[in-house]
């Protein structure tokens, strides 16, 4: 009984360390694991965080793409969701208990759909590709005044571009804003951080890595969905 016991235990430890090494392989090489798709998507998520008035880096950009269609859906940050194991309910707040994953998890709650494959940019990944890009264009739908703590940005109505520290001030003043005024806004930013994401594919300035965002698409099928994006009429 005892060699049965002891034997079904080196199994599972063997299997275990088949398990890590295939992991770690896969992480390396780019290679599927059995639970994820090697089928090119046509709808994702685009995530973009930054910090709000407290300092927590949240969801500020939210967009639902589909590239068949060649639609672009802005998802309101403060939307109500459920933030499973903390006292948050918009659906900004998951993005600090889960990153993307968290945030794509929180939306399908909303919508009774299945969980979107997402691409999520940090605020400094965010500010890096904005840089590179020599700015990015947004409509804004009101005169906005945003101190960030060290600097006061003032910002006229209308199209303009704007530069990464701009863009950030623009996700600081989103929330002082009415709610019609941020739902103009939320779709502008979101067609922003469209045209943000394809620049990384399009555009050698921007290296495509995996320090440019965060994915849980594999490497393959994500070249497909880069190039998608950045064909895409907006």
Not at 122 to 133: I, K, N
Not at 143 to 170: K, S, Y
């Amino acid at each position: 009984m005892a060699g049965t016991i002891k034997t079904a235990f080196f199994i599972a430890l063997a299997m275990l360390a088949v398990l890590i090494g295939t992991f770690f392989y896969c992480a390396q090489t780019g290679c599927a694991l059995p639970w994820q798709s090697t089928e090119v998507p046509t709808q994702v998520l685009l995530i973009a965080g930054s910090p709000d008035d407290t300092g927590a880096n949240v969801a500020q950009i939210i967009a639902a793409v589909d590239t068949d269609a060649g639609t672009v859906t802005a998802v309101a940050p403060d939307s109500e969701a459920t933030i499973a194991g903390t006292g948050y309910d918009q659906l900004k707040d998951a993005l600090p208990f889960g990153g993307g994953a968290a945030v794509a998890k929180a939306y399908a709650q909303q919508t009774g759909a299945d969980a979107l494959p997402f691409i999520d940019m940090s605020a400094s990944q965010l500010a890096t590709a904005v840089d590179a890009m020599g700015g990015v264009r947004v409509d804004l739908p009101a005169a906005m005044d945003v101190f960030d703590g060290e600097t006061l940005f003032t910002f006229t109505p209308g199209t303009q571009t704007v530069n990464a520290a701009e863009f950030a001030a623009v996700l600081k003043g989103r929330p002082y804003l009415t709610r019609s005024q941020r739902t103009q806004l939320d779709t502008t930013l979101a067609a922003a951080l469209v045209q943000i994401v394809a620049e990384i594919a399009d555009d050698s300035r921007v290296e495509l890595q995996s320090a440019s965002f965060e994915t849980d698409i594999l490497s393959e099928p994500l070249g497909t969905v880069l190039q998608r994006l950045s064909q895409m009429e907006l």
